[in-house]
Structure formats: structure tokens, C-alpha cells
């Protein structure tokens, strides 16, 4: 049980390997669905699921016996990167910019 996480080691050249290939697979997907309904539903998809797994985290690191100085604040720009991803994903009512067509 004396397993400790090496940097570059096999298993985080894995994981770097495995997710380059995600990303590779989800960009050329991405781009074949350009200007589709699925390409609509792909991003809001995403959308969902990045609010799913950031807002959790954001509530949890900031509860009261959780809460610390130097954990929670001050709040990064990636702290808040969600809010502008999940706005800016095309919704029925929106264009892929972000901005209401209604």
C-alpha cells in the first residue's frame, strides 16, 4: 500500500495519453457536427456537465467548516470560468454566441 504518485511515471503517462486522445476525438467530433442540431446538443451537454462537476465543488469548498483563507479565496478566474461556460452553450432560445434571439 505504499503506492505514491509519481510525476511522468507509467501511470500519469497514461492518463496524459488517454486524455490527449479524448480531447483529439471530441475536437474532430465537434468540428464534424458544426452548425447541427447535434453540435447544439453536444454543447449543451457539455454545459451540464461542467455545471454538474464545478458547482458541487464550488459549494463544498466554500461551507462553513471547509471554508479557509487560503483555500477559498481569493477566488481565480477559473473560479468562475463555469458561470461563462455554461451561458454562453446554445439553448433553444440562443444563438452560438451566447446572446438571446428572442
Given at each position: 500500500?505504499?503506492?505514491?504518485?509519481?510525476?511522468?511515471?507509467?501511470?500519469?503517462v497514461?492518463?496524459?495519453?488517454?486524455?490527449?486522445?479524448?480531447?483529439?476525438?471530441?475536437?474532430?467530433?465537434?468540428?464534424?457536427?458544426?452548425?447541427?442540431?447535434?453540435?447544439?446538443?453536444?454543447?449543451?451537454?457539455?454545459?451540464?456537465?461542467?455545471?454538474a462537476?464545478?458547482?458541487?465543488?464550488?459549494?463544498?469548498?466554500?461551507?462553513?467548516?471547509r471554508?479557509?483563507?487560503?483555500?477559498?479565496?481569493?477566488i481565480?478566474?477559473?473560479?468562475?470560468?463555469?458561470?461563462?461556460?455554461?451561458?454562453?452553450?446554445?439553448?433553444?432560445?440562443?444563438?452560438?454566441?451566447?446572446?438571446?434571439?428572442a
Amino acid at each position: 500500500m505504499g503506492d505514491t504518485f509519481t510525476p511522468y511515471g507509467p501511470s500519469h503517462v497514461t492518463v496524459l495519453v488517454v486524455w490527449a486522445a479524448l480531447a483529439w476525438w471530441l475536437v474532430r467530433r465537434g468540428r464534424a457536427a458544426r452548425g447541427t442540431r447535434a453540435a447544439e446538443r453536444l454543447s449543451a451537454g457539455f454545459a451540464v456537465v461542467f455545471l454538474a462537476l464545478t458547482l458541487p465543488l464550488q459549494v463544498y469548498f466554500n461551507l462553513p467548516g471547509r471554508f479557509g483563507v487560503g483555500l477559498s479565496l481569493p477566488i481565480q478566474l477559473c473560479d468562475l470560468a463555469w458561470l461563462a461556460a455554461t451561458r454562453s452553450s446554445p439553448t433553444p432560445r440562443s444563438s452560438s454566441t451566447g446572446r438571446c434571439t428572442a
